[in-house]
T-cell receptor, first 116, second 113 residues
Framework: GEKVEQHESTLSVREGDSAVINCTYTDTASSYFPWYKQEAGKSLHFVIDIRSNVDRKQSQRLTVLLDKKAKRFSLHITATQPEDSAIYFCAASRPNSGGSNYKLTFGKGTLLTVTP | DPKIIQKPKYLVAVTGSEKILICEQYLGHNAMYWYRQSAKKPLEFMFSYSYQKLMDNQTASSRFQPQSSKKNHLDLQITALKPDDSATYFC????????????FGPGTRLTVL
């Protein structure tokens, strides 16, 4: 089955700097890659996703890059703020026979700490 | 107001007992899911329901039984509880049945003694 590896278990940056979190996946058929943020004591919150028909997607300070050849995707956060501090999870999903991508396989998470 | 409600927030059970985890979503979504997050493993997909029908079951054990009485409800019954079942169980939902943009509930933290 699919395996998603999240390379950085922790990441510490200064406020205003950029942060990059990297993930790799094993299933070449995976086509959907969402990112989730989990603040301390809270649930997962969807932040951004990318589908395999594009290699870049941006939403405000967040950019996701997808390299299908390398089976790698990454989350870039620019101008980081203390409120960005959280655990970030990447996930991957391959479509089933009906074309649905509901089965998400998650990485173990990256704890991002943004210090003022 | 919370859009996905999970009850209870914390649950302590003894080995061998049975518990039901409640999930209700008020997002008008057509698909609902259960995931489990334990200390030992990453967040794991368990079940997928679409329009109250089971679409996928990735749990190896029949001790885990989802129950959907309404389109916006997806409860999880766990029987013959074991200490290894200790985890946080998250309910999620998505607007469409394709599984994109899943929204997660606050979770139920289950501890089995």
């Amino acid at each position: 089955g699919e395996k998603v590896e999240q390379h950085e278990s922790t990441l510490s940056v200064r406020e205003g700097d950029s942060a990059v979190i990297n993930c790799t996946y094993t299933d070449t058929a995976s086509s959907y890659f969402p990112w989730y943020k989990q603040e301390a004591g809270k649930s997962l919150h969807f932040v951004i996703d990318i589908r395999s028909n594009v290699d870049r997607k941006q939403s405000q300070r967040l950019t996701v890059l997808l390299d299908k050849k390398a089976k790698r995707f990454s989350l870039h956060i620019t101008a980081t703020q203390p409120e960005d501090s959280a655990i970030y999870f990447c996930a991957a999903s391959r479509p089933n026979s009906g074309g649905s991508n509901y089965k998400l396989t998650f990485g173990k998470g990256t704890l991002l700490t943004v210090t003022p | 107001d919370p859009k996905i409600i999970q009850k209870p927030k914390y649950l302590v059970a003894v080995t061998g007992s049975e518990k039901i985890l409640i999930c209700e979503q008020y997002l008008g979504h057509n698909a609902m899911y259960w995931y489990r997050q334990s200390a030992k493993k990453p967040l794991e997909f368990m079940f997928s329901y679409s329009y109250q029908k089971l679409m996928d079951n990735q749990t190896a054990s029949s001790r885990f039984q989802p129950q959907s009485s309404k389109k916006n409800h997806l409860d999880l019954q766990i029987t013959a509880l074991k200490p290894d079942d200790s985890a946080t169980y998250f309910c999620a939902s998505s607007p469409g049945t394709g599984g994109l943009e899943q929204y997660f509930g606050p979770g139920t933290r289950l501890t089995v003694l």
